[in-house]
């Protein structure tokens, strides 16, 4: 019997997979958060953004980041082939809304999870969830299809809600502990930081320590708040060990 894969198992290179397959959850939001980390951390990474048309890897940290669509065998093939070509680094995919069946498709029917385990390759699939029953839904559909053979990251992400008692109660979130899941629970960041943020194109790293529009032109305690909501999610993230 295979042994329940965890976060803290070795391997040569890891595949982060930001998911959650319904639209405005912050899967984008995490991606970012990711790249922010593993910059600060001089982890070497790429990242791949699915997103056809409001790609946010692709938009905020555009030097590390290449498009790549979900239903292409030829782009998604980029992105195993990227961690099994270098050791060490971590390959960040931005999963758009209603993406999880090419990407299941892409899995099943090119062998990636064989090739990984063969290759020393963790893939790790993050799903980030609003407080809503349809995240729930899309859990169970995600560890019904997958069950052991991936490595998971529950995202609670806090911006699109904060009582989650619907996934606590429904025996999912049980179920992906018992997987060797990890939990995150992200904070809610002030809207008008998150906009002015946005608006300004800027990375995580700009908007803390840049001042005039490329740090998002953020007040004084805009920016105060900016970097508690960072450092709380950066601890998060450490926990997790990624």
Do not use: C
Not at 38 to 47: A, N, R, S, T
Not at 72 to 97: H, K, N
Not at 203 to 217: I, L, V
């Amino acid at each position: 019997m295979n042994p329940i894969p965890t976060l803290e198992a070795p391997a040569a290179s890891k595949i982060h997979l930001i998911g959650g397959e319904k639209g405005g959850v912050g899967k984008s939001l995490v991606a970012r958060l990711l790249a922010q980390h593993f910059i600060d951390h001089e982890v070497p990474f790429v990242g791949y953004d699915t997103d056809r048309s409001h790609g946010a890897l692709m938009r905020f940290y555009a030097g590390y980041a290449a498009p790549a669509l979900a239903d292409r065998y030829e782009a998604m093939d980029a992105i195993m082939e990227s961690a099994v070509e270098q050791p060490g680094r971590r390959v960040l995919v931005d999963l758009a809304a209603q993406t999880h069946a090419p990407l299941v498709k892409w899995i099943e029917e090119s062998g990636v999870l064989d090739l990984a385990d063969m290759s020393g390759v963790a893939l790790y699939y993050w799903h980030v969830m609003d407080s809503g029953k349809d995240s729930v839904d899309l859990l169970r559909r995600l560890l019904d299809t997958f069950g052991m053979r991936l490595r998971y990251v529950l995202v609670k992400n806090q911006v699109r809600g904060d009582d989650f008692t619907q996934l606590e109660q429904s025996g999912e979130q049980a179920r992906a502990m018992a997987l060797g899941a990890r939990i995150v629970n992200l904070k809610k960041l002030h809207d008008a930081v998150v906009q002015k943020i946005d608006a300004a194109n800027a990375s995580f790293w700009a908007a803390r320590n840049a001042s005039g529009r490329e740090g998002a032109s953020l007040g004084l305690m805009e920016r105060q708040r900016l970097k508690m909501w960072l450092a709380h999610a950066q601890s998060e993230l450490d926990a997790v060990g990624v």
